[in-house]
T-cell receptor, first 113, second 112 residues
């Protein structure tokens, strides 16, 4: 059992390019989340999904989009990357939106030049 | 919306001493307060949590206390060990995952 995985591990991207960060979990969790982590700001929620087919906006959704076609996958897309999106991105999942524990993926370090 | 502050931002203690990290929150409706530990280059992992109907919770060397009136909660680590060195994040939420708001983190260094 892999738990929750993310790809790529790291990426350097030119500004203006499109990029999709992948997240997959095999725990059959209904809820999934995307956070960005910046020094001094902790973790900030970008988007979330209660269950397959539904998504919602978090604290910092601008410039990002998500989809949830099935239970296992929750990709995050940057349509046109900007330098301010340089960050470490963590995907997380929980059994449901009312579950306590969130399990985090290993993270993706994204640099936008 | 909810705002979570965390102090101190960095903390150094001698091995064997205790460490205390404090967080304050703004929304009195928040009812769940987890603490996450993140080692260098690793993912955050839940270490302990507390709900608003409980004042204190312990798990071996780790404890969390909650003061709802003052809207603050604290992480206490006793008999610190070098492997406790990490960044610790507190969070508060009204409705679990949808509204998780994290503090900015505390970098704890346990000196041998």
């Amino acid at each position: 059992i892999a738990g929750i995985t993310q790809a790529p591990t790291s990426q350097i991207l030119a500004a203006g390019r499109r990029m999709t960060l992948r997240c997959t979990q095999d725990m059959r969790h209904n809820a999934m989340y995307w956070y960005r982590q910046d020094l001094g700001l902790g973790l900030r929620l970008i988007h979330y999904s209660n269950t397959a087919g539904t998504t919602g906006k978090g604290e910092v959704p601008d410039g990002y989009s998500v989809s949830r076609a099935n239970t296992d996958d929750f990709p995050l897309t940057l349509a046109s990357a900007v330098p301010s999106q340089t960050s470490v991105y963590f995907c997380a999942s929980s059994e449901s939106m009312t579950s306590d524990t969130q399990y985090f993926g290993p993270g993706t370090r994204l640099t936008v030049l | 919306g909810e705002n979570v502050e965390q102090h101190p931002s960095t903390l150094s203690v001698q091995e064997g001493d205790s460490a205390v990290i404090k967080c304050t929150y703004s929304d009195s409706a928040s009812n769940y307060f987890p603490w996450y530990k993140q080692e260098l280059g690793k993912r955050p992992q839940l270490i302990i949590d507390i709900r608003s109907n409980v004042g204190e919770k312990k798990d071996q060397r780790i404890a969390v206390t909650l003061n709802k009136t003052a809207k603050h909660f604290s992480l206490h680590i006793t008999e610190t060990q070098p492997e406790d060195s990490a960044v610790y994040f507190c969070a508060a939420t009204i409705n679990y995952g949808q509204n998780f708001v994290f503090g900015p983190g505390t970098r704890l260094s346990v000196l041998p």
